[in-house]
């Protein structure tokens, strides 16, 4: 089992810049690929970025792409979605997602999720 807590979001301005984190507990950070998923009011839950056990395979969505890096420090069991030239598309709320080794742009196919943390950008 893994639990995972998100942090970091808030109120901000288009432009602005924020990281997100992702504290993970109970397994072995290290056999963990973390996903980033967002989930706007009225839509469905959308793919952001992964980053895979190792960093071997880093994938973004094409509307975040250039904009946000995600991170894994595995010393600290935390996992980092940094955010920069945010957009007030980018409104949502942003959940990080584990499970072992490979990353996947499916929601269904990771097993354990956050609880998610709200960000809204305003314009």
């Known amino acids: 089992q893994v639990h995972l807590a998100e942090s970091g979001g808030g109120l901000v301005q288009a432009g602005d810049s924020l990281r997100l984190s992702c504290e993970a507990s109970?397994?072995?950070?290290?056999?963990?690929?973390i996903g980033w998923f967002r989930q706007a009011p009225g839509k469905e839950r959308e793919f952001v970025g992964a980053?895979?056990?190792?960093?071997?395979?880093?994938d973004y969505a094409d509307s975040v792409k250039g904009r946000f890096t995600i991170s894994k420090d595995n010393s600290q069991n935390t996992a980092y979605l940094q955010m920069n030239s945010l957009k007030a598309e980018d409104t949502a709320v942003y959940y990080c997602?584990?499970?072992?080794?490979?990353?996947?742009?499916?929601?269904?196919?990771?097993?354990?999720w956050g609880q998610g943390t709200q960000v809204t950008v305003s314009s």
């Open positions: 980053h895979s056990r190792n960093g071997v395979t880093l």
């Open positions: 109970g397994r072995t950070f290290n056999n963990l690929a």
């Open positions: 997602a584990a499970r072992l080794w490979v990353t996947s742009r499916i929601p269904s196919a990771w097993d354990y």
